[in-house]
């Protein structure tokens, strides 16, 4: 059975809103975003209840202005999950200038660990807030696209959007 969705207090809830990259996918847990990721289905979570709430309703508008260029960050309150090694890394991702990129290697030496470039890469691939944390501006040390959990396609469409703005 789902935990209730209390208002916009919400327990946890989800919601998913369709754009131009696929289907954004938002959850929320105690007033603060748990998860946004991208989907090229919606996935349907049994344990969870489909609500929009006025929180997952701000995160999208966010998104949504992102996309269209019109946004450069944003005011999201993130429930922050992971390791500590994940934390760090996801930290430094949140200090790239809209626009620029660092590689692995970048991360890694800013997190005071310059042979964990690998770690970084799955620190990246575990990143719950897609686009809000911008694990998509990490490139590889050849200026290529390298890794993405939503596609290199939607990695290179971000970067566009930051390219324009």
Known sequence: MPKKCKKDNAIQCYYTYVTK???????????????????????????????????????????????????????????????????????VLLQIPYGETKSYKQIAQAIGNPKACRAVGMANHNNPYIIVVPCHRVIGQNGKLVGYAGGLDIKQQLLEIEKQG
């Open 21 to 91: 990259l696929g289907i954004v996918h938002i959850e929320q847990k105690d007033n603060k975003i748990t998860k946004i990721k991208i989907e090229k289905e919606e996935e349907l979570i049994k344990h969870i209840q489909k609500k929009e709430t006025e929180l997952i309703k701000n995160t999208y508008q966010q998104i949504k202005e992102y996309l269209e260029g019109k946004r450069k960050d944003f005011q999201i309150p993130l429930k922050q999950q992971g390791t500590k090694f994940q934390q760090k890394v996801w930290n």
